[in-house]
Nanobody
Framework: QVQLVESGGGLVQPGGPLRLSCAAS????????MGWYRQAPGKQRELVAV???????NYADSVKGRFTISRDNAKNTVYPEMNSLKPEDTAVYYC????????????????WGQGTQVTVSS
């Protein structure tokens, strides 16, 4: 009942910036955590950054100081601003959003995006 659409992936040179976005649509009553994960070939999926409904954020140590996550609640959208990208940031990036659906009774949801490829290479 909740669809996530990701955009903004692609090829970027080392040191360059890239901004992803993920928009949620559907029968949404409220949104809680909005986050991004990534999975590189041969590695497990890992948390990159998350922003909670109150605005608090958490980042993986590997991206602290380089990535900034923000959200636009009016648009149900989350944005990771990625700067100073490194080849080791190359991965498929997945959006993850959880919250509450419209309905009686209210029900929780936890949705994943389809993934977008980010490649950092010269």
């Amino acid at each position: 009942q909740v669809q996530l659409v990701e955009s903004g992936g692609g090829l970027v040179q080392p040191g360059g910036p890239l901004r992803l976005s993920c928009a949620a649509s559907g029968s949404i009553f409220s949104l809680n955590d909005m986050g991004w994960y990534r999975q590189a070939p041969g590695k497990q999926r890992e948390l990159v950054a998350v922003i909670r409904s109150g605005g608090s954020t958490n980042y993986a140590d590997s991206v602290k100081g380089r990535f900034t996550i923000s959200r636009d609640n009016a648009k149900n959208t989350v944005y990771p601003e990625m700067n100073s990208l490194k080849p080791e940031d190359t991965a498929v990036y997945y959006c993850n959003i959880n919250g509450v659906l419209i309905g009686t009774p209210l029900r929780a949801f936890d949705s994943w995006g389809q993934g977008t490829q980010v490649t950092v290479s010269s």
